[in-house]
């Protein structure tokens, strides 16, 4: 077996001595076994599977210490940076989970470069695994510090409000306003198939909002239907108005919604707080329980104070 061979399967830690130009400190995590459900395939999910970190930590020079554990990286935020990724929701590819993690660590001070190889044990007689490597670019530790996204206000509209001929009236007034708009709306009142099985019947039900969702969109060229954090993120802070397609945010939650999809509006107060929304506003419809401040207007005023 060649150097480079062996170099490839070994311990994160050998390939990060081999690839160094320059002696370094690093600390270490080996064989950190934790059950999570991830997986892009269907038959992974609702299943929690063995995932096997190894993680090293180039960090800067640490000089004088003294003994003290507040003067050093410690190994508990590398296990921190792990569960928080893991916690933040679920994850399709062993890869964003490897980049999400990276990341977390480098916005340590000390942090200089780190090597992450992330293995599934259950997927068979072997493991299945990345390893990517990340630098620091260069900036300080305080300028890679992730930018907050806006606080926005969260709108749904029953299938009333949205026939209503006030309809892109208030959509104007709520477009000029202090906050990002993300529009929100239940299922057509065409009946959605029916399956007597709970998981399908669940994405039924999230594919009938959706299908919704399109529908309003196809009626005001403002809004983009959007269906991932990232995009919102995007889109709130570029003034987009939105429109939620919630199947990917709803089933990839860590703690996903214990409301139905078919119980519209409290999922949306769900989806609400997820967001940290600055308000939701419920148009033609009963208020939901919510620890966001709600207004609720019957959906027939021509204006939204």
């Not at 480079?4 to 600390?27: G, K, M, N, V, W």
């Not at 999400?100 to 780190?114: G, N, S, T, W």
């Not at 620091?136 to 029953?158: I, K, M």
Request: net charge negative; aromatic share 6%; charged share 25%.
């Amino acid at each position: 077996m060649t150097d480079d061979i062996r170099l490839a399967f070994a311990h994160p830690s050998e390939r990060a001595e081999a690839s160094s130009q320059t002696p370094c400190d690093r600390i270490s995590l080996r064989d950190y076994v934790v059950e999570v459900e991830i997986g892009a395939f269907q038959q992974e999910r609702g299943l929690l599977q063995r995932v096997r970190f190894n993680v090293v930590v180039e960090v800067s020079p640490l000089g004088v210490i003294d003994d003290d554990v507040d003067r050093i990286l410690s190994y508990d935020k590398v296990t921190e940076a792990i569960g928080i990724e893991l916690e933040a929701e679920r994850i399709n590819l062993l890869e964003t989970l490897a980049a999400r993690v990276a990341e977390r660590i480098l916005l340590e001070p000390q942090a200089e470069r780190v090597f992450v190889r992330i293995e599934k044990l259950d997927r068979g007689p072997f493991s299945l695994g990345v390893e990517i490597v990340r630098a620091r670019d260069g900036a300080p530790a305080a300028g890679q510090a992730h930018v907050e996204a806006p606080h926005p206000r969260v709108v749904y509209f029953s299938n009333e409000a949205m026939a209503s001929p006030y309809f892109s009236d208030w959509v104007d007034h709520l477009a000029g306003r202090d906050a990002p708009l993300i529009i929100c709306v239940g299922p057509s009142d065409v009946a959605a198939p029916q399956s007597g099985n709970a998981l399908a019947q669940r994405r039924i039900d999230l594919l009938a909002i959706e299908q919704n969702a399109w529908m309003l969109a196809s009626r005001d060229r403002r809004c983009m239907v959007v269906g991932t954090r990232t995009e919102l993120d995007w889109a709130m802070k570029n003034d987009q108005i939105c429109i939620w397609a919630p199947s990917k945010i709803v089933l990839d939650a860590v703690d996903g919604p214990s409301a139905s999809p078919r119980d519209a509006v409290e999922l949306v107060a769900w989806f609400a707080q997820e967001m940290t929304a600055k308000e939701l506003l419920v148009v033609g419809a009963e208020a939901p329980v919510s620890t966001v401040p709600v207004r609720v207007l019957d959906g027939t005023q021509p204006a939204l104070s």
